[in-house]
């Protein structure tokens, strides 16, 4: 089996077709055929089924395929790291990361990595951790930061735990819940479930209510998005809990306001997930130090501001 192999049948699977996979890796159609035929020759089984509108993985191709993503990652780290123990500052690092952690920690976190690495490509991306974990698994994200399900990761992965966390109940400037300390005002009012939750932090909002003896909470609206979350706060009487760090971004505090009065809702704490037993390149081990080294400094202000 040759790497170009590996290559080839990652470009098929990505793209569905021939055509385009030839394409993608810069061979004529017949050779990235004949190469995909060579591969299943050689392990006995078809990689790939033939459907109207181009290719799809079989079973086993789709078990080939996630064998063969690990190859590839590793090999991108290899080629990096080989690079920059001969000097030089160059490579990607790719991270996954939490509103609520990038607010908090990538500013100067980002900053920091980037005077000793200024010519890297840093390649980030918005997510919670459900949707990211098969790439993290797999390498394709190098590590994702943010809130997260202690219970729910998979053997595999490596958790850092950088610092617990919690949320706020929000409502839009003038809302008259801001002033009340009526508990059952608050319960009675309609609410937005919190966005990009997980599981359980989904269930942390619904102890929140029956640990003051409330009654659940009149949800109205849910959204995949914390823009659409916030905008929707402050444009109408519904409420939210929210992770704090939300309300540090720009402008937000002329829109919405905190029920400081209700006090705080549990949140998922904030960990850094990567692959166990994999080692990163150098210059993603770097981002990843200092983001651990910002979560430190950051949980003593936080513990110094409450």
């Given at each position: 089996?040759?790497?170009?192999?590996?290559?080839?049948?990652?470009?098929?699977?990505?793209?569905?077709?021939?055509?385009?996979?030839?394409?993608?890796?810069?061979?004529?159609?017949p050779a990235i055929t004949r190469s995909i035929r060579e591969i299943e020759h050689e392990l006995g089984a078809a990689l790939f089924e033939r459907h109207s509108k181009g290719v799809r993985l079989t079973l086993v191709g789709e078990a080939f395929t996630r064998r063969a993503l690990i190859v590839d990652s590793e090999l991108r780290r290899a080629r990096e790291e080989v690079e920059q123990i001969k000097g030089r500052s160059t490579g990607q690092v790719r991270v996954a990361?939490?509103?609520?952690?990038?607010?908090?920690?990538?500013?100067?976190?980002?900053?920091?990595?980037?005077?000793?690495?200024?010519?890297?490509?840093?390649?980030?991306?918005?997510?919670?951790?459900?949707?990211?974990?098969?790439?993290?698994?797999?390498?394709?994200i190098d590590f994702f930061v943010g809130g997260l399900d202690l219970q729910s990761v998979a053997p595999g992965l490596s958790v850092d735990r950088l610092f617990d966390n919690d949320g706020v109940v929000v409502a839009r400037r003038g809302h008259k819940l801001l002033?009340?300390?009526s508990l059952e005002s608050i319960a009675a009012a309609r609410w937005i479930r919190p966005s990009l939750s997980t599981q359980a932090s989904e269930a942390d909002f619904e102890r929140f209510f029956e640990e003051r003896g409330l009654p659940r909470p009149i949800v109205v609206m849910q959204t995949r998005s914390a823009v659409q979350t916030l905008v929707a706060v402050a444009s109408s009487d519904l409420l939210s809990a929210v992770p704090r760090q939300w309300l540090?971004?720009?402008?937000?505090?002329?829109s919405v306001g905190v029920l400081t009065q209700v006090g705080p809702v549990a949140a998922a704490p904030v960990c850094v997930v990567r692959q166990s037993g994999v080692p990163l390149t150098p210059i993603a081990e770097h981002l990843c130090d200092v983001v651990r080294r910002r979560a430190a400094n950051y949980q003593r202000e936080l513990s110094l501001s409450l």
């Open positions: 089996m040759k790497l170009s192999h590996v290559r080839d049948v990652l470009a098929v699977a990505e793209l569905g077709s021939l055509r385009a996979a030839g394409r993608r890796v810069g061979i004529a159609q990361m939490s509103l609520s952690s990038s607010i908090a920690l990538l500013p100067m976190a980002l900053a920091c990595f980037r005077k000793r690495y200024p010519d890297a490509l840093v390649s980030l991306s918005e997510s919670s951790f459900e949707a990211v974990e098969h790439e993290v698994a797999d390498g394709r002033e009340t300390n540090d971004l720009p402008g937000l505090a002329d």
